[in-house]
Antibody, heavy 118, light 107 residues
Framework: QVQLQESGPGLVKPSQILSLTCSVS??????????WSWIRQHPGKGLEWIGY???????YHNPSLKSRATISVDTAKNQYSLKLTSLTVADTAVYYC??????????WGQGTLVAVSS | DIQMTQSPSSVSASVGDRVTITCRAS??????LAWYQQKPGKAPNLLIS???SLQSGVPPRFSGSGSGTDFTLTISSLQPEDFATYYC?????????FGQGTKVESK
């Protein structure tokens, strides 16, 4: 059974860098059969796709984040990560990692709430 | 970006009711649309992909239709476990975008 699990700090200060990791089990990132995404949801709001990574390191990042987001992969650990710089309170959200299957998100992590506050 | 607009924003319904949710894309997305169900405190769950393909394990009371710019999610007979928020998502163009959600509430 495919499982994804986000990990990272629950509280970060404005202007700092957020680093989140998604650990994947039950599927191999290096198999190259799927893309691996990050999605966030502001409190009480809708969903925003941050971007994806492929096992080769190929990425797409949503321009809405103005180049603040970087997604990377560690195939040896079967993990991928999100780095988000220049944080503001507007980045407070639940961050999900999710597997992409034919451009749709078929497996999701449970989500991790990140609060940006001084 | 392609804008996805759902209507209504919320719907009040009773168990056994037929519920229909609409999603409109700001441009033609062919059939590259998915529907998700999200319950409070949980991650979204993929119900339907490519507009009408039911995911494995999803009850057949859920169905999707449409192509181009107009899409519909129908719950034929609402069950207690179906009270949730539903989102559509387009996969035609980067960046992928979601509708704002439709909350199905108990009447």
């Amino acid at each position: 059974q495919v499982q994804l699990q986000e990990s990272g700090p629950g509280l970060v200060k404005p202007s700092q860098i957020l680093s989140l990791t998604c650990s994947v089990s039950g599927a191999s990132i290096s198999r190259g059969t799927h893309y691996w995404s990050w999605i966030r949801q502001h409190p009480g709001k809708g969903l925003e796709w941050i971007g994806y990574i492929y096992y080769s390191g190929s990425t797409y990042h949503n321009p809405s984040l103005k180049s603040r987001a970087t997604i990377s992969v560690d195939t040896a650990k079967n993990q991928y990560s999100l780095k988000l710089t220049s944080l503001t309170v507007a980045d407070t959200a639940v961050y999900y990692c999710a597997r992409q299957s034919h451009s749709f998100f078929d497996y999701w992590g449970q989500g991790t709430l990140v609060a940006v506050s001084s | 970006d392609i804008q996805m607009t759902q209507s209504p924003s919320s719907v009040s319904a009773s168990v056994g009711d037929r519920v229909t949710i609409t999603c409109r894309a700001s441009q033609d997305i062919s059939s590259l649309l998915a529907w998700y169900q999200q319950k409070p405190g949980k991650a979204p769950n993929l119900l339907i992909s490519t507009a009408s393909s039911l995911q494995s394990g999803v009850p057949p009371r859920f169905s999707g239709s449409g192509s181009g710019t107009d899409f519909t999610l129908t719950i034929s007979s609402l069950q207690p476990e179906d009270f949730a928020t539903y989102y559509c998502q387009q996969a035609h163009s980067f960046p992928y975008t979601f509708g704002q959600g439709t909350k199905v509430e108990s009447k």
